[in-house]
């Protein structure tokens, strides 16, 4: 058997890597014009590969990133993207290796989180990444969805061309949107490749919303489909991909002017946080109709103390929960959870749980008592399960919605 060599690849690879990660989920090479906004994501060090001899046959790379745990910490995070290998290598390990590489990397900069959104739900956990939040995709007739008198008005609503958007949006998002558990940052390179590139990108329409004082707090990005250009029978689509108000009357009056757009007669919004109240916005709650929920944030804690440490607890009596990390055997051991802090302990474990598991409790998305009854976690004592969901709850369901 070949073996693997797994490797920080140099820039003049990136564009093989890149290729060859588009070509693993069925896609065609990145166009001369959108390279340059993809290719400055990337940081020197960060972009892996594997080579079965000579030939590349898998890579993965990391983002600088954050983010923002229970509590309002802001931590590092490594958001791992452009997993792929190559079709006629797959299933030798080659994701195994790279995966080894890439999270001592990640530990060794000082990141205590890696995150990443998986294409399918069975690659990761065998690496210690666990689902830790989700999204819910909606539809809306927009003819039959009607707001409640009761929702909030909102502000005014202007649209903004896609070159504006990219001076104001980022900072809007800063302000109103990064501190919600699950938030991660959005660098200038994110922005550049979400508003300047892609074909999508020519379609795509941008709202800000701005509040009675005239401060912009929220905006909103979709495209239309439309398969009637004349309008008389067909369906006129707003794909909704981003949508985020600094509080429910920005959210609605977006919601609003994307109801009353003309000639529209659907909403399809995705990545939608669980906890939005549109069921309650509107005077039908069975106009908002959910078409999925869908896992959104996967995550890694790379630096066991260091994360559970950094994250805020409820008031509830001390648990101790063991971790058990068969890919990164550092983190294993005892933690000491309380409401002043976590951490390591030689106390006899109350639970245990796997590092893919601590990954979904991190930041609040799951109870420790449904994992419980999914043989998720081993319950040593019966009694520390409410108490270890008092200690990790948070008032909000975490959120992510950013892709990368
Ligand atoms: C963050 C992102 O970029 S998400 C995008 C991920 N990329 C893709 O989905 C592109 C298409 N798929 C691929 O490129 C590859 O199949 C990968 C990257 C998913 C897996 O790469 P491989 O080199 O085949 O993985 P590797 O050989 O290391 O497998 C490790 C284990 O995971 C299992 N495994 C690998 N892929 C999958 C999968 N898609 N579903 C379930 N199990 C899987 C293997 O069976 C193996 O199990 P074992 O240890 O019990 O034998």
């Not at 061309?161 to 699950?182: D, F, N, Q, S, T």
Request: charged share 25%.
């Amino acid at each position: 058997m070949t073996d693997h060599d797994v490797r920080p690849l140099a820039e003049t690879e990136y564009r093989d890597a890149h290729t060859l990660f588009m070509a693993a989920l069925h896609r065609p090479p990145a166009t001369e014009g959108d390279w340059p906004a993809l290719v400055a994501r990337y940081e020197t060090g960060r972009v892996w590969g594997d080579f079965l001899g000579d030939e590349l046959a898998g890579t993965t790379t990391s983002l600088p990133s954050s983010l923002s745990v229970p509590g309002g910490a802001v931590l590092p995070a490594a958001a791992v993207t452009g997993v792929g290998v190559r079709a006629d290598r797959t299933r030798r390990g080659v994701l195994t290796s790279m995966m080894r590489s890439q999270l001592e990397d990640v530990r060794e900069r000082g990141e205590p989180l890696a995150m990443l959104h998986a294409s399918e739900t069975g690659i990761y956990g065998r690496f210690g990444y666990g689902v830790a939040s989700r999204t819910r995709t909606v539809s809306l007739d927009t003819h039959r969805a009607i707001l409640a008198p009761t929702a909030p008005s909102g502000g005014d609503v202007r649209l903004l061309g896609v070159a504006e958007a990219r001076k104001i949006l980022p900072e809007i998002y800063e302000r109103i949107g990064a501190a919600r558990p699950g938030a991660i940052a959005r660098t200038p390179g994110w922005w550049d490749t979400r508003l300047l590139t892609g074909a999508e990108g020519e379609q795509l329409r941008v709202a800000v919303h701005s509040d009675a004082d005239g401060i912009d707090d929220g905006f909103a990005l979709w495209n239309t489909r439309i398969n009637d250009h004349r309008f008389d029978n067909g369906v006129c689509t707003l794909q909704v991909s981003d949508l985020r108000g600094g509080d429910a009357a920005a959210a609605v009056g977006l919601w609003r002017f994307l109801l009353n757009l003309d000639l529209a007669n659907v909403i399809l919004a995705a990545d939608r946080p669980l906890d939005e109240p549109l069921e309650w916005w509107l005077a039908d709650s069975r106009q908002c109709r959910v078409r999925g929920v869908h896992d959104d944030l996967w995550l890694r804690l790379v630096d066991v103390p260091t994360a559970l440490a950094a994250r805020a607890y409820g008031a509830a009596e001390p648990v101790v929960v063991e971790v058990r990390d068969a890919f990164l055997p550092s983190n294993s051991g005892c933690y000491r959870l309380a409401p002043e802090g976590a951490r390591r302990c030689e106390d006899r474990p109350q639970l245990t749980v796997d590092a893919d598991m601590l990954g979904a409790l991190y930041l609040g998305d799951v109870s420790v008592a449904t994992l419980a009854a999914a043989n998720r976690v081993t319950v040593h004592d019966d009694a520390a399960v409410e108490t270890a969901d008092r200690l990790l709850a948070t008032s909000g369901v975490p959120w992510c919605g950013t892709g990368f």
